[in-house]
Every structure is written in C-alpha cells, then in structure tokens.
C-alpha cells in the first residue's frame, strides 16, 4: 500500500507554513545548519510587498503565508515535531520537517517560464 498522504494530518494552513519553510530552508539568505542533526535555522524571513513577497527565483502570494506569523500555526508544527519553533524570529526545521511531502511547492511558489 502506497504512503499515506499527509500522515501527520496537517491543516491547509499548516501544509502551507511548512512548505514555506522547508522553501525558505534551500536558501542560504534565510538559512543556515542548526544544532540538531539533519535540522535546519530558518529565519531572516521576508517581508511581503503588497500581495506578494519573493523566495529565492519564486513569488509567493501574501495570502498563502499568513502561517508564517500565526504562533498557533507554528505551535502545531512544532506539537508534531516538524519544526523546533522559536517564534516569531526563526524556526529550526527538522529532518522530518525537511521530508515531509506537502504536495504543494509547485502551486504555492510561482516560477517565471523564462
């Protein structure tokens, strides 16, 4: 039987926080190694301008990255051991948090075509 998708039974909100995060993980700007093996520090996050802010080459609308300041979402991904959060400047992100298939980078991070 294939793996469960979404095992851990995340919220939208949630999926989409966690998605940012692991996006926000690749990048050495918003990134570095934590303590914890396999674990990232993720912070420096970006502010939006208007309805949008960027992530490396991607854009991503405001609206999909209000987890990102909302203590309950980051409570809950850190319930589930995820992320080791430390609200509201950063986030260590598991090794866990980093595998987790979200199935939603490719609709939340908008690339250009050219």
Request: glycine letters at 8%; charged letters at 15%.
């Amino acid at each position: 039987m294939p793996p469960k998708k979404n095992p851990l039974n995340l919220n939208p909100l949630q999926l989409k926080t966690l998605t940012l995060l692991q996006a926000l993980a690749q990048l050495p700007d918003h990134s570095q190694p934590a303590e914890i093996e396999g674990a990232v520090l993720v912070g420096n996050l970006p502010p939006p301008h208007g309805d949008h802010f960027h992530l490396g080459a991607a854009v991503v609308a405001s609206r999909d990255a209000t987890g990102l300041h909302n203590p309950a979402v980051w409570a809950a991904l850190d319930r589930k051991g995820l992320i080791k959060s430390l609200f509201p400047q950063a986030a260590v992100v598991t090794a866990e948090g980093l595998a987790y298939d979200t199935g939603l980078a490719d609709s939340l991070l908008h690339r250009a075509s050219h």
